[in-house]
């Protein structure tokens, strides 16, 4: 049966073209410069898995979200919803006795099915870290100073890291018997920054007043280093005095590196509660609306898939990331070539193509045996600055605007190798 | 600094939003009043006004176009938005109700096979019945919902009411409440981070003018 395809594409999908695609590779590329940088090597977990490997450790919104499928022997697959989880399972069955800690990171695609609303896509690119096997505020400061380095390296010139810890709701919550309905009703009015949604669930239960006022407290408890004196004095018991105590070391460590700037302490973040165990950040830049980068430390997670490690970590979205620097004067990306070369080549310049190309130029050849007029005004148009028309079988007439050169190939051989950079001066 | 956009929806919200605004020295009188003006800069330079229909204002909100908005708790609960919910703002009450023809008001509901209801609000009505392990056919409507009943289109309809004159105008009764509202601020999530300072004082303000105006000032 013969159907008219009608162009459609499905909805949370995108193409990438000309200079977005080159900007989204020059954005990874830097990215994986930073973390090869601080010594963390590459994972390439499988698009797909079974889907219990990965439904067993996501959120339950998550799991809603993952795209499923059925294999030819019945099984659930399901395309990666998140990287941290198939890192995790890499970790816990194949790595876990190497040398800890292991630093790795990885950059790839992944799939949810979400509902099309602010920042969102289905198909979309996260590159992320994971530091296994280390517990200490030392570790959690290394992985946000990557953070925050990385998107110094993607030339963003404003953005804030919100750290908050997951211990300390976890605390207010632990100290009170509450069931989990009454605990998922403070939880949201806490999430929504709503007074009176968290004041008239805070009524409805028996909280000691402690308890009671660092509960309604949470939601402003963001900023300088002053919140964490507000909330060492409001924290009702010892739980909640440790999640204070390791934000304190791990803001420390970030002021000795200088970057304490880009921070903003926040223990108003209530999302991912049965997933972080220890810090908790997310990044934003203005005039995004979504943070850009999400993480913290998930103690619990590996010992899904093999011994329990302690594992701290983050994901960044690219596509966010991009968004987030379009408004800003950003570095030229540029994909048009350097030169374009005349059909039919003489033998001898052959090895002088390739090497050129070898050196980082980028030549474009005509297979279309135009001639001089219509190459002139095919390289413009592609952005060239130079065309290379061949003159007899020695010979090159480097073409660039107005200016004509002949050179002979050993000359323009000479030119190229002194040329400072690809593209430079011939 | 850049001001901060607050998204303003349109209707019966709008009034008393502007009044709130004036009590804090703010002027958004030129909006609405016959006026077709939808952006409007402030005098003072501190706020932009976007004005919106209700249902739009958490789309601005969400994507960060506006920092801040004003709407009620019955479009945020229906459509969810992703944003923060600081303050209420003590005008705009109004209940979501089930209601039904007189007729039938005294009908269990449990019993009844096929129960068509109309509504603004598909999402909150979906959810009221599914919590009952109720099947119903919603039929969505996006406006004059009482002639729903009348015309036979369904049997009983989902819809805000503030003192339920309409509903008695055409023969309907409140069955049950699903749901209480009143006007919210709301705020962008990464804006309400980045621009703390600035977006926490204005919080404090109207704060403080919704409690002025709670106790015995000028009510909008």
Known sequence: MVTVWDGRLPHGVADIFGVDAARHIALRRALRDVFTSWAYQEVIPPTFEYADTQAAELSPQLREEMYRFVDRDGRALALRADLTVATARIVGTRLYDQPLPLRLFYVGHVFRHEEPRAGRRREFTQAGIELVGAGSAEADAEVLAIAMTALQRAQLPRFQLNVGHSGWFRALLASVAIGDAAGERLRIAVDRKSSAALAEAADSLPLSEPVRAALLATPGLSGGPEVLQRAASLAPNAEAQEAIARLEQVYARLTHRGLADYVALDLGEVRGMQYYTGIRFEAFAPGLGVPLCTGGRYDGLLAHFGPSLPAVGFALELERLLLALSPYDLPSVTNAPHVVAAAGAPRAAWSLLQAARGRGWRIEEDVLGRDRQALLAHARGRGAQTVWWWDGEDAVQVIAGVAVRRLTLAELARELERAPEPGGSV | ?220
Not at chain 2, 33 to 61: E, F, H, Q
Not at chain 2, 134 to 160: K, Q, Y
Not at chain 2, 190 to 203: D, H, N
């Open chain 2, 1 to 220: 600094m850049a001001s901060l956009t607050l998204a303003l929806p349109k209707g019966r919200l709008l009034g008393p939003a502007v009044s709130l605004l004036k009590h804090l020295g703010y002027d958004a009188s030129a909006l609405g009043n016959g006026s077709r003006k939808l952006i409007l800069d402030d005098a003072t330079g501190a706020l932009r006004y976007v004005l919106a229909k209700p249902d739009d204002v958490p789309v601005y909100v969400e994507y960060g176009v506006a920092d801040l908005g004003i709407v009620g708790q019955d479009v945020l609960r229906e459509r969810e938005p992703d944003v923060y919910e600081p303050l209420t703002l003590g005008f705009g009450r109004c209940r979501l109700v089930l209601a039904a023809p007189r007729a039938r008001s005294q009908v269990n509901l449990r019993l009844e096979p096929v129960l068509r209801i109309a509504t603004k609000y598909p999402r909150l009505t979906s959810a009221y019945f599914q919590q009952r392990g109720m099947a119903v056919e919603i039929i969505r409507l996006s406006g004059s919902v009482e002639l729903a009943p009348a015309t036979g289109l369904a049997n009983l309809l989902v819809d805000v009411v503030d003192t339920g004159r309409t509903l008695r105008e055409n023969g309907l009764v409140e069955v049950e409440t699903l749901l209480r509202s009143e006007a919210t601020l709301i705020a962008n999530r990464a804006a309400f981070k980045l621009r703390m300072t600035e977006i926490g004082l204005l919080v404090r303000d109207m704060e403080r003018a919704t409690r002025e105006r709670a106790d015995g000032g000028p009510r909008g």
